[in-house]
């Protein structure tokens, strides 16, 4: 009973923030959403039981992930020139419905899940986070090295391109100061 | 002898490459020069053959490569020399070294006379593979090897309109008979397993008469094609369009013997069925006298010979249908010589006159051409047949047999044929080269031809005068393959009346041409006179009005019918499936360029919705995976 | 009322349905990205659920590495953004049109 209520509300909240998510106008309204929406995730892991995913969630994604979006909003102001003008709304929404519908249907009727065998079962008496690092540093140590190599490389690739030119501005220049980059520029794309 | 036998083959061929060499260049005389020499070559080593033949009896036969073999399937280039073929052989190789050397004078001021020996060697090439072959299907290459070397003679001068009109017309009656030769080759492998002439007729003799009739008369409709008969006889006279050496060659003397010869060859298959052989002397005996009407009022030299020709291979039908192989094949030798002979001649008059062709606008030639006169006259004597020159030993024999055999009727048209072939030959001759001059008047200046031309006739006349004396020789020889008929009239009575009738005959058909043709006041037709607006005369010089017929009824409506399938089958169904298939392509490019507009949002949404095409499909075989029982 | 695998994977879908529309409305490139937090995340529900319901630790696996993709992908995506932003003092998707056809 308990568990079915904290389901449904958290369901319910899950699904509110990200529908602001993607409907809001202000930038700092979705980031702020999504964040909560994040961490609300999480409380489903916990019920799930998987409790260092849970920890993983609320670390990685509101702690990194958030952090750096926001301050990715620093560098740029993400509210301003774009219109949010859209064509066809049922197109969108139909198109989501019906992919949801189909997901749904391929979940829900028992067409794969018949024989599914556990391959690494949930041995009882054990912590989730034992288990978890036992099965992940022996079955799955490539897997896991390799995400660590991509994370370096996303990390470098970041750097690298955002922190060009860091010291230039253009929302801090005047207009001749971006007029004489801009000639700058053309002239290297030229040689 | 296999050297000969080769060289005798092959000779031409060298020739014919060799001349192919300068095809494209301007005229030189080596590549007639060439081509002819090695003609000689083969022609001697031809002889070589005979001689070898004729002193041992044994018939030279080699198989140069293996052409096919597949499963019971055996076909090699095989060439087989005994007495018929050889016959042919020097038939062929003397005829055809006569021409060319006359073609070097005649085509002297032709600017394609280095491609006219080209084709004119080659198509002797094929006229050696035609008869030397040992089995069915060298045979017909060689047949369809001389067809296509007639149709690009015919058409050799093909600028002119009529030229490959004609080349054209021959070539596609050919390829209907060939097609009947053809099944006829197919059901000869089907029934006897073989194509070699010897074990093929070997297996036939077990065969059932109706499947034997059938590969027959399917034979002989390839033959009726290359030999022009009834129905498939207009090419030939349409096919004047040539060159006269060309017509002398392959128009007269050899490929349409061709016909003749597969009968010939095909001797134990024919003997064994005398229906069709009956069939073969009725029709050829029709021929003979249906053709010779035709000549009697044409007006145009090598047409009238032309007809003299297909009348004459109407005899040679008779005589082979008859049973008598050995008199076809002697007959078709004769004929070759004088014909040729009578052809060239024509070819002379043709030049000295500019190449006019109407005799009625010729008269009182003879004074400036004596030589080919009597070279001309020699020939008609000899294709009138009276003694003691070559038409009257084969064609008496022709008579005989049909008199000997009692059918009658066959005799009768046959000999009233010989009257009208006497008539009609002596028709041209007194027209062309005795009573008045007419053409001086229509502004021609005729001149004798080189005197080469008329030495290179020489031979052909003097084999057109003597052959006839060969015959017992050659009755020796032959009836080792070919049966063994002696026609022999029961009453030394009745052989001399009729020898003799028939030779009076002849000669009174002559004195009435002459004298008809002579008189002084012969004129150029001009269409008023009584006699050229007659029935009769209207329904010969349009040739039974048969060409009208076969264009209103079966050119036209197969033109039209090809039209329907032009216009309606290969523009609208074929082509226009062609079309919309690219059409739909190019549509679907052109509508689906939208999409790639090159905004980010658009492709995604093309994204979600291939995404749900793909989901979809999932469901689609995940259902029918389930239902389907498996 | 008990809560099974299904409600589960209803919630995710309708989350991922929720994401779908964001990337397909949405011409804010930074409001494009969040979108794609949203698909990752209902699919992390889903992982994990389905870990729970067949006692299977594969699922949790996943979901990490799903986790771990996420925040490369969120470096990466950032860093260009910004020079994106810096090049051409925009981040409106209508604008960028160079892969036209």
Known sequence: MFEAIAFYLFAFLTISMFYIVVTTQQALYALTALAAGMIFISAFFFILGADFLGAVQIIVYTGAVMALYAFGMMFFDTTRDVKEKQGNKFIIVGLSTLSAVLVVLIVSAPIVSDNIVALYPVVDGIGNTQEVGVVLFTKYLIPFEVAAVMLLVAMVAGIVLAGKKMDLSLTLMNDAEIRELNEEKNKKELS | MELFLYTALFAPFVGSLFAAIFGASPKTIIAGIIPSILLGVSLLSSTVLLVHVLSTGEAVHVEMMTWMHTGNLYIPFGFLVDQVSVTMMMVVTVVSTVVHVYAIGYMSHDKAFNRFFAWLSAFVFSMMILVMSDNFAGLFIGWEGVGVCSWALIGFWYHKESATWAANEAFIMNRIADLGMLIGIFLVYWNTGTLQYHEAFEAMKHLDTGILTTIGIFLFIGAMGKSAQFPLHTWLADAMEGPTPVSALIHAATMVTAGVYLVVRSNELYSLIPNVGLFIASLGAFVAVFAATMALVNRDIKRVIAYSTLSQLGYMFAAAGLGAYWVALFHLMAHAFFKALLFLGGGNVMHAMSDELDPFKMGGLGKTMKATMILMTLASVALAGLFPLAGFFSKDMILEAAFSEHHFIIYTVLLFTAGLTAFYSFRIIALIFHGEDRHTALGFHPHEAYPFMIKAMIPLAILAAIAGFARPYYFDMVIAVLPETEYHIHSAMTYWTMTIGTQLFVIAAIYFAYKKYMSSDIKVPDGTSEMENSFKYKLLINQYYIPYFYEEFLVKPYRALSRVFWKDIDMKIVDGTVDGIANIIYNTGENTRGMQSGNLSTMLKWMVAGLVILLSLAVIFGLTVKYSGV | ?101
């Open chain 3, 1 to 101: 009322m008990e809560i099974g695998l299904s409600h589960y994977l209803v919630l995710s879908t309708i989350l991922f349905a929720i994401g779908l529309v964001g990337v397909m409305k949405r011409k804010n490139l930074l409001l494009l990205f969040f979108s794609t937090e949203i698909l990752l995340n209902s699919v992390n529900i889903a992982f994990a659920a389905i870990s729970h319901y067949y006692g299977d630790l594969t699922g949790q696996m996943f979901a990490f590495f799903v986790i771990a993709i996420a925040a490369s992908e969120v470096a990466v995506g950032l860093g260009l953004l910004i020079v994106w932003h810096k090049r051409h003092n925009n981040i409106d998707l209508d604008t960028m049109s160079s892969m036209k056809g």
